[in-house]
């Protein structure tokens, strides 16, 4: 047996064993301790730390989760890091992410509208049922949505910001032959029932007093950037910020109405709708939505903090613009798509 100690990003920490046969996340679960995991399988970065002491053994992961050169510098994924020695590790969440009883992240919702909102996006819309309505979320976060009748399930984040009256707002991409896909066009309908997981994740806004926030979203990335800028207006942080709203077609583009909306709410907030193959009648920002971001970074010399969720590539293309312009990694914050199979 080794010990190991996970230090929050607030100083707190919890230390508990873990035999060298057993990956992190296990002996956690064994000793009553849930720290922040999803997948278990080494592909979605949601248990991802950083060892500042010992030695350990890493088993297969996926290199969008644990890159090598990350895994070089000693970030290691939980699920899959065993101890070879003591361990200490830090985690960038908080110790109130930390749970010590399974209690409170399962339940059951039914779906109270089912839309389509763009050519490839269906709007679902939930309500979760019994007497406790709260709805616990860290705007960022994400819940894992499970099939009814299978225990096939899949994660997405909500563009709603936490309540008390038992509402989430997801909105989901349809692909070629997903199983939730397939799901959302073939089985499910309204008064339904389904059983949600979370939240999780540790993707989310970050205090760092009066800079600006920058948002960067390819296609429903848009779901935890929208719910962050919402928990910024209920809250009213004063921080100036945009949104960068990135869509390869017009046909593709959603919720436009909503962020327009949103924008004549927030005096401190700007929207660009990027359209990438836009035709001569788009009346909105025409390219890429890393080719924009990079004409207003070059344009205007803001230093903002980053915040960016879509598929690895949007997200590789906006660290290279980071770096042409001089922001450092440490003011980026991330969550990327991996494929569902990761």
Same mark, same amino acid.
């Given at each position: 047996?080794?010990?190991? *100690?996970?230090?929050?990003?607030?100083?707190?920490?919890?230390?508990?064993?873990?035999?060298?046969?057993?990956?992190?996340?296990?002996?956690?679960?064994?000793?009553?301790?849930?720290?922040?995991?999803?997948?278990?399988?080494?592909?979605?970065?949601?248990?991802?730390?950083?060892?500042?002491?010992?030695?350990?053994?890493?088993?297969?992961?996926?290199?969008?989760?644990?890159?090598? %050169?990350?895994?070089?510098?000693?970030?290691?994924?939980?699920?899959?890091?065993?101890?070879?020695?003591?361990?200490? !590790?830090?985690?960038?969440?908080?110790? %109130?992410?930390?749970?010590?009883?399974?209690?409170?992240?399962?339940?059951?919702?039914?779906?109270?509208?089912?839309?389509?909102?763009?050519?490839?996006?269906?709007?679902?819309?939930?309500? *979760?049922?019994?007497?406790?309505?709260?709805?616990?979320?860290?705007?960022?976060?994400?819940?894992?949505?499970?099939?009814?009748?299978?225990?096939?399930?899949?994660?997405?984040?909500?563009?709603?910001?936490?309540?008390?009256?038992?509402?989430?707002?997801?909105?989901?991409?349809?692909? %070629?032959?997903? *199983?939730?896909?397939?799901?959302?066009?073939?089985?499910?309908?309204?008064?339904?029932? !389904?059983?949600?997981?979370?939240?999780?994740?540790?993707?989310?806004?970050?205090?760092?007093?009066?800079?600006?926030?920058?948002?960067?979203?390819?296609?429903?990335?848009?779901? #935890?950037?929208?719910?962050?800028?919402?928990?910024?207006?209920?809250?009213?942080? #004063?921080?100036?910020?945009?949104?960068?709203?990135?869509?390869?077609?017009?046909?593709?583009?959603?919720?436009?109405?909503?962020?327009?909306?949103?924008?004549?709410?927030? #005096?401190?907030?700007?929207?660009?709708?990027?359209?990438? *193959?836009?035709?001569?009648?788009?009346?909105?920002?025409?390219?890429?939505?890393?080719?924009?971001?990079?004409?207003?970074?070059?344009?205007?010399?803001? +230093?903002? %903090?980053?915040?960016?969720?879509?598929?690895?590539?949007?997200?590789?293309?906006?660290?290279?613009?980071?770096?042409?312009?001089?922001? #450092?990694?440490?003011?980026?914050?991330?969550? +990327?798509?991996?494929?569902?199979?990761?």
């Amino acid at each position: 047996m080794h010990n190991v *100690k996970i230090i929050t990003e607030d100083g707190e920490s919890v230390a508990f064993d873990c035999g060298d046969d057993e990956d992190i996340i296990s002996a956690g679960l064994r000793q009553d301790i849930y720290l922040m995991a999803s997948c278990r399988e080494g592909g979605c970065a949601t248990c991802k730390g950083f060892c500042t002491e010992g030695d350990y053994e890493i088993g297969k992961v996926s290199v969008q989760a644990l890159p090598p %050169d990350e895994a070089e510098e000693g970030f290691v994924l939980l699920c899959r890091c065993f101890p070879t020695t003591n361990l200490e !590790i830090e985690v960038p969440y908080t110790y %109130d992410r930390i749970s010590f009883s399974p209690e409170g992240l399962e339940f059951d919702a039914e779906i109270v509208e089912l839309a389509q909102v763009s050519s490839n996006v269906v709007k679902l819309r939930l309500q *979760k049922l019994g007497d406790d309505q709260q709805i616990r979320l860290d705007s960022g976060q994400y819940y894992n949505l499970v099939i009814p009748g299978t225990e096939i399930s899949r994660s997405y984040s909500p563009a709603n910001t936490a309540n008390n009256r038992g509402e989430l707002e997801f909105l989901i991409r349809i692909v %070629d032959n997903g *199983k939730f896909s397939s799901y959302l066009q073939q089985d499910a309908y309204v008064g339904q029932t !389904i059983h949600v997981v979370g939240p999780l994740g540790v993707f989310g806004l970050k205090e760092n007093g009066f800079t600006p926030r920058y948002f960067v979203a390819g296609g429903t990335g848009l779901a #935890p950037i929208l719910s962050m800028v919402r928990r910024m207006h209920e809250w009213e942080e #004063p921080q100036p910020c945009v949104i960068y709203f990135g869509v390869n077609t017009e046909q593709e583009v959603f919720y436009g109405d909503q962020l327009q909306q949103l924008e004549q709410a927030m #005096p401190t907030l700007s929207v660009r709708i990027c359209v990438w *193959k836009a035709s001569d009648g788009w009346h909105g920002e025409k390219g890429s939505v890393v080719d924009i971001l990079r004409r207003d970074l070059q344009g205007t010399g803001v +230093k903002p %903090d980053l915040y960016l969720c879509g598929p690895p590539g949007m997200v590789d293309a906006t660290y290279a613009v980071c770096a042409e312009v001089g922001i #450092p990694r440490d003011k980026i914050y991330l969550e +990327k798509f991996l494929p569902s199979a990761a």
